[in-house]
């Protein structure tokens, strides 16, 4: 069971090697979208710098704690769209009957389509969370936190992803719901949990997954707690489940659109 695992990993990690090395070919284009989406995401600091400006606290947030909501957000959304890219559009894949190429390769489905692309600009939405932390509030322990939060955010997102792109599995329409979904919890995790209130604040954290994903490891950043530590560590485990299991639920609906195509 072990060696299975072991090499369904090694199939995952090769597919993201190959995937951004197919990026690289054209080094200009690849540097320019990374050096692009880091600058522009760089430009939002402007935006808080004149807010604490006027205000010292937002939402219980200081400076540094907006930064590192920022540069966790900013290395998750990054880091999904890095190593699993194609759960965001599996939507197309189901609707136009294209995961024939999958289902005949020897590896595991679910796998083999999460990890079959990836996006070039994502790497600078991941460094620059990087870098932020780096700025703002570096230590070795939280850089380690940060990055495991990247990871357990980055599953969670995709998980969520999976979810509801498998929809499209029984209502077609699905599509635009899910996207609705997805778009809302990345704008939502930019801002201190702390303003939001009542049914908002129960849809951050109980719907959308951005209690989990962001909010909860924030502030464990800040104040570490290992309750809310095995909280998210529970959750990821929890959604990473129920999205495979929705996923090949579903799959045994899926109809084939005879395509031929070839998967390298």
């Not at 620059?128 to 997102?157: E, M, N, Q």
């Not at 499209?168 to 778009?183: K, P, Q, S, T, Y």
């Not at 299991?245 to 659109?257: E, H």
Request: hydrophobic share 55%.
């Amino acid at each position: 069971m072990s060696t299975v695992v072991k090499n369904q990993l090694r199939v995952c990690f090769l597919s993201v090697k190959y995937n951004i090395m197919r990026e690289m070919l054209n080094k200009v284009t690849f540097l320019t979208n990374i050096g692009f989406m880091i600058l522009n995401n760089a430009a939002f600091i402007l935006q808080w710098v004149i807010l604490f400006h006027l205000k010292e606290n937002i939402g219980g947030y200081t400076m540094r704690d907006v930064m590192l909501l920022w540069g966790l957000a900013a290395s998750t959304f990054g880091l999904s769209r890095i190593l699993f890219a194609r759960a965001f559009s599996l939507p197309d894949l189901i609707i136009n009957g294209k995961l024939d190429s999958y289902l005949v390769q020897p590896k595991n489905v679910l796998l083999s389509v999460i990890t079959s692309a990836t996006n070039t600009s994502a790497i600078g939405d991941f460094l620059y969370g990087i870098l932020l932390l780096c700025v703002f509030d570096f230590s070795p322990g939280k850089l380690l936190l940060f990055l495991l939060f990247s990871g357990t955010g980055a599953i969670i997102l995709t998980a969520f992803a999976l979810l509801l792109g498998s929809l499209c599995f029984w209502l077609v329409r699905a599509e635009a719901f899910g996207d609705h979904m997805i778009n809302c919890s990345i704008s939502f995790s930019t801002y201190p949990d702390g303003i939001f209130q009542g049914v908002a604040r129960f849809l951050l954290y109980q719907v959308l997954p951005v209690g989990m994903v962001i909010y909860r490891p924030v502030h464990l950043l800040i104040d570490f707690r290992i309750s809310s530590f095995l909280q998210v560590l529970g959750y990821t485990i929890l959604i990473c489940f129920l999205a495979a299991f929705v996923f090949y639920r579903g799959l045994k609906r899926y109809s084939s659109s005879n395509l031929m195509e070839a998967r390298m």
